[in-house]
T-cell receptor, first 111, second 122 residues
């Protein structure tokens, strides 16, 4: 059974600092890894999707890396802003075509 | 541009009552699924469907039923509500994969989520 872990569970940084969010998974036989953003009381918004054959994906200030062999992904958010405050979830799609989620990292960016 | 629509947004039930959570998508996605989200536990898959007329169980299916009579709709039914089913429920869908690419066909299709239904069982 795929286990996905996100550490830390919560993170508070001053505005302008770079954010580093970690995700680890136990079974490296994945098709892709997705990073999602969830605002309080809202659904999940897909930020980045990294296919298993890729090493990283970038979108604006966001960069996500994938090391499938070691079961790790990192989401970097450059020059954080108060609007980046949210919960960030990672999820992996494995051989049974089902997504397995981590519990998330709740980020607070202080103005 | 509706995407994935869930109704209701909030619901309070008494133990033993039944109800149906509605989910509809207008993107012609074949793959649809239901998750529940509980504090500190991430999202857990309840049921999923790979197309009209086809459903299967996920990680936590007990106490829930689903059906998929059309591509657009994927309702989730609580048969006899229990306090343990208090949660936030999310419906999700994914674009049909391209044909002829074998197992790789799912690898580049992101999952789209609705805004959730917040359900409390008293």
């Amino acid at each position: 059974k795929q286990e996905v872990t996100q550490i830390p569970a919560a993170l508070s940084v001053p505005e302008g600092e770079n954010l580093v969010l970690n995700c680890s998974f136990t079974d490296s036989a994945i098709y892709n890894l997705q990073w999602f953003r969830q605002d309080p009381g809202k659904g999940l918004t897909s930020l980045l999707l990294i296919q298993s054959s890729q090493r990283e994906q970038t979108s604006g200030r966001l960069n996500a890396s994938l090391d499938k062999s070691s079961g790790r992904s990192t989401l970097y958010i450059a020059a954080s802003q108060p609007g980046d405050s949210a919960t960030y979830l990672c999820a992996v799609l494995a051989g049974d075509y089902k997504l397995s989620f981590g519990a998330g990292t709740t980020v607070t960016v202080r103005a | 541009n509706a995407g994935v629509t869930q109704t209701p947004k909030f619901q309070v039930l008494k133990t033993g009552q039944s109800m149906t959570l509605q989910c509809a998508q207008d993107m012609n996605h074949e793959y649809m699924s239901w998750y529940r989200q509980d504090p500190g536990m991430g999202l857990r898959l309840i049921h999923y469907s790979v197309g009209a007329g086809i459903t299967d169980q996920g990680e936590v299916p007990n106490g829930y039923n689903v059906s998929r009579s059309t591509t657009e709709d994927f309702p989730l039914r609580l048969l006899s509500a229990a306090p343990s089913q208090t949660s936030v429920y999310f419906c999700a869908s994914r674009k049909p994969p391209p044909n002829g690419q074998g197992v790789r066909r799912h690898s580049n299709q992101p999952q789209h989520f609705g805004d959730g239904t917040r359900l409390s069982i008293l």
